[in-house]
C-alpha cells in the first residue's frame, strides 16, 4: 500500500513539471500533456520531440493499455438503443423494428403494430407512429425522406442513403455516405466502413482501418461489429481477447456471439463461471426486449 502511494505521489509530481527539462507550470508556462499516453506533460514542442527517445516505449505501452480499458468496457447498452415510444431495448434482430424515413427514428414492431391496429379501427391515415408525417407510399418517396434528412445533418438518414447506394451497386457514394456519418460519431456507420474496408468495395482492402472501425463501432455498442473483432483476434492466436469480445457481445443480447462461446466452453476455452455469467446476462438483455404488444406483433406476422 505504502509504495502504491508514493509511486502515485511521484506520478502527481511528475504531471506539474516539463517530462524533458523540468520546468515547473507557472502562470506564464502552461504544460500540455502528451495526447497519447496521458501520463507525462511538455512545456513545448522542443521538449516533447527530445524527451520522445526516452519516452517512446512507455508512451505506447500506456496508450495500448488505455486503449483497451475503453475497448473492454462493456457497454450501458447496444448501439440500438430504445424505442422512443414505449422506452424498452430495441431488439438486435433487425425484423423486430422498423426505421421511419420520415424522422430517422427506428420504432420497435410492438408500437408499430399497436399504433396501426388503433389507426385501422379509426379507419384514419397511416402516419409515422412518431412524427406523424404520412407515410411514403413509393420507393421514390422514401428516397426523397431520406435525401431531406440527409441535407439537415442527419448521421442515421445518411447511413441509409449509403444502404441504398450500397445495395444499387455504387459503393463509392456508399462509402461517402458512411464515412460522413461515421464522422458524426454514427455507430453503424463505422460498421459498415469496416465490412467495406474488408471487402474492398469503393476503397482499397485495408485491414488496419477495418479494424479501427470494428472498434469503434464496438465501443459504441454494435455487437455484431464486437463479434467481428473476436474473429479477428483469434486469427492473431489472442484467444483471451477474442473471449473478452464474445463475452462483451453474448452480453448486449447477440446470439452468434453466445453459440461460439457455447462452443469455447465444450473445448475448455472458456471457464464455467464466465460462461454462465454470459449466458445469464445474455437472457436479461433479450428479456428485457420483450413486451406484451411486441409478442402480438409476433403473432401477427405469423398470420
Known sequence: MMSTNLEEQAADIMMMCCASCGTAQVDDIKLKTCTACKSVRYCSIKCQRDHRPQHKRACKK????????????????????????????????????????????????????????????????????????????????????????????????????????????????????????????DVAGHYLLSCLYRKGQGVEKDEKKEVYHLEQAAIGGHAQARYNLGFVEEEKGRMDRAMKHWIIAATLGHDASLDTLKLCFRVGLVSKDDFASALRAHQAAVDATKSPQREAAEEAQKE
Open 62 to 185: 500506456r496508450a495500448a493499455e488505455l486503449h483497451d480499458e475503453i475497448l473492454f468496457k462493456q457497454p450501458e447498452s447496444s448501439h440500438e438503443g430504445d424505442c422512443p415510444i414505449c422506452c424498452l431495448p430495441i431488439s438486435l434482430d433487425p425484423t423486430k423494428s422498423t426505421m421511419m424515413t420520415c424522422c430517422s427514428k427506428k420504432i420497435c414492431d410492438g408500437c408499430v403494430h399497436s399504433y396501426e391496429v388503433r389507426i385501422f379501427e379509426q379507419k384514419l391515415e397511416r402516419p409515422c407512429p412518431f412524427c406523424r408525417q404520412l407515410k411514403p407510399k413509393t420507393k421514390d418517396e422514401v428516397v426523397k425522406n431520406i435525401m431531406k434528412r440527409v441535407k439537415a445533418n442527419d448521421h442515421v438518414a445518411m447511413v441509409q442513403m449509403g444502404l441504398v447506394c450500397y445495395n444499387k451497386g455504387d459503393y463509392d457514394s456508399a462509402f461517402r455516405q458512411y464515412n460522413i456519418s461515421a464522422g458524426l460519431g
